[in-house]
């Protein structure tokens, strides 16, 4: 039986974070809807009216008793938590008992409810002060209805320095949204001014829901993934962590758009979830951020939903009155398994996705991903030596002159990850699935001396060969950054100071050789062999990080669309393609295949008709 609504003891109370919690309607909904959800409800209705500041929130939870509605807008009343052991062991979205009690000073509080196996319900409602004033019967399912009229009618203050209603509005909406994700069971009907605004439907997972507010998501476009976490529990120090035993009940669900697939131009889709609640936790969010460099288009972000499930004494809630923001224990080792995740999600082989209809987007997505990427690298087609045999040295296969490097991928370190990423749908005829790294693919032909064609079981397969190419040396270069001597050296005419410090920075020998000329001694190995060395170093130069450098490299040493390949070579490509850490995209944001499957050309072909339908008998 569910404990009691009872005032919690004064040293409890003084250990509370302070301050007020309603101070707007998206706060009245907020702490409204978590006290449905610790109801244990599985269908929320949220009327809102913002012109006569009026929220009503009615649910089909476990209801409360007569004795508890009597004491429910008491100060510091909570069926939540007793003693100050409870509150660093919070299991509940609420626990402050503050919510219902400032809402009775703020407004007209009206409560109806019906407690599960109780043959009537009742109706309170409350003074200012937090006692009852009036108690009827009333006919009501089983659940709650909670309804708060004219807020801040006696602290007209309060309400001039609120944003618009629209904006209000707009918050309601995002708070609804959160909750939505994080609760996928529930069911939501939503009215504004007594009209039907939005409503969201149960699902199984947040795969289901997310969909339902970016409308131009299917979700076949998201990628999700459910983890034990390898997190330890009663650590001193993050440094001895590792020697502990491990939290058992927590998890980590992810849930990503596919970078070839999704992205957005603002970074309004990256929330960090813990325990049922989204909150502001910078250091992941920008872990989040980091998993996906080099996956997506420049000034793009990612779509992407982290809900950590983790034990009660390994967060604390009470640092900030709303609850939005937390301590949460061991950060860094959360860090890795985010990273880890993110990894995995992307190499994922999704078999049982569905088909994805996304193709009249892609030349818009080409356009501005290539756009934005400041490509400087030459469009010249530049014969192929031949491809090295076995027994030849690392170093030499992948110094040679854009050529498909035949060296082997270096091993993926199980805590770094490279990136993630967001494209969109595309047509009805095509669709795409992820590259399992023991995948199939058999290279057939090539198309305008630039595209791969690539058979599979499912279908055939586009790879464009220049950015799979540059994907390939990317990663190698990320994980071998080699600079190598140059005899002779090169000289660069009319170095700016700042070209000099850039070059430096990136780790090469650049000694000044006369008036206004340079000797470059070293280069990364890539480069080191090409004729155009000296126009790459001077590229180099102009600026960005080591990354940046490795993706200019990358991108100059790739081998060159309308350059002819063989299908050994083709070949080549593909399986060296396959063992990248990501797959779908090149450094630069763009997506790298584009996959027809034999489902889709059997809809296109009416290979379901019968014979008499299709000579029209």
Sequence with gaps: MQPGIQPLPTDVVHLMAAGEVIDSLAAVVRELVENALDAGATRISVAVSPEHWRVRVADNGCGISLADLQQAASPHSTSKIRTRQDLWEIGSLGFRGEALHSLAQLSELEILSQAGGMAEGWRVTYTPQGEVSEVTTAAIAPGTIVSVSNLFGNWLARRQGLPAPSQQMRQVQITLQQLALCHPHVTWQVQQNDRDWFSIWAGATAQQILPQFLRELRPSDLQELVLPANVPQGAATEDAAHSLSLTPDASLYLLLGLPDRCHRYRPDWVRVAVNGRVVHLPELEQTILTGFRRTLPRDRYPICFLHLHVAANQVDWNRHPAKSEIYLHHLKAWQNQVLQAI??????????????TYLDRVSTLLKTAESATGYTFQRQIQPIPALPTENMSTDSAISADLEVSHAPVMPVNATVVNSIERTNPIDQSLSESFLPPALSLRAIAQVHNTYIVAEHTDGLWLVEQHIAHERVLYEQLCD????????????????????????????????????QLWAIRTAPNLLAQRQDCADALLELSLGGDLQTAQVATACRSAIRNGVPLTLPEM??????????R???????????????????????????????????I
Aim: proline share 8%.
């Design 343 to 356: 990894d995995q999600a992307l190499r994922l082989n999704p078999t049982a996705l569905p088909e994805s």
């Design 582 to 616: 990501h797959p779908r995209t090149c450094p630069h944001g763009r997506p790298i295949y584009l996959s027809l499957e034999e489902s889709a050309l059997a809809r296109f072909f009416r290979r379901h008709w019968v014979i008499g339908k299709s000579h029209g």
């Design 480 to 515: 071998r950054w080699q600079l190598i001597s140059l005899d002779p050296p090169i000289m660069l005419h009319h170095l700016t100071l700042a070209q000099q410090e850039q070059l430096q920075r990136l780790g090469l020998e650049v000694d000044p050789f006369g008036e």
């Design 571 to 580: 070949q080549s490509l593909l399986e060296q393609w396959q063992q990248t």
